[in-house]
């Protein structure tokens, strides 16, 4: 899909990429909050995983894409094995990323962090990192 085309998807165009790309219906969700309960990211992320799944099943994209929250979950799976309707909320979460890439929208940039840092962060957490932030 060209970029221009990804930059006007109308919010129920995004609802389906985003079921398409994560294989994970959203509106399966009904707002319990054990996935945030339970996130161990929720300090450090803007919009809790439970309103991530409200925010999608209302097509707010502009609030998704302001959150940090797609781009600093951990895919621990903790909220989806929590989740008592078995919803794959790290899936939705890469789907949102993927999406946010394709318009070049990215989080990180590589060059941009230091020589110092780059030496004592530890590899597999760069490698995991770099695939998650950068695809």
């Not at 054990?34 to 999608?56: D, N």
């Not at 999406?99 to 989080?107: K, S, T, V």
Request: proline share 6%; hydrophobic share 35%; with cysteine.
């Amino acid at each position: 899909m060209p970029l221009e085309i990804l930059k006007t998807l109308s919010d129920e165009t995004f609802k389906k990429k985003v079921m398409e790309i994560s294989g994970e219906n959203f509106h399966k969700c009904y707002q319990c909050g054990t996935c945030s309960g339970s996130c161990p990211m929720a300090e450090h992320i803007t919009v809790l995983p439970r309103r991530v799944m409200a925010f999608l099943q209302l097509g707010n994209r502009e609030k998704l894409e302001q959150s940090n929250t797609p781009w600093t979950c951990a895919s621990c799976h903790t909220c989806q094995v929590r989740c008592p309707r078995g919803i794959d909320i790290p899936k939705v979460m890469e789907a949102l990323r993927l999406l946010q890439l394709r318009r070049n929208i990215n989080q990180i940039e590589p060059s941009s962090i230091s020589k110092k840092e780059i030496v004592d962060l530890p590899q597999i957490a760069m490698v995991s990192g770099f695939r998650k932030l950068t695809s």
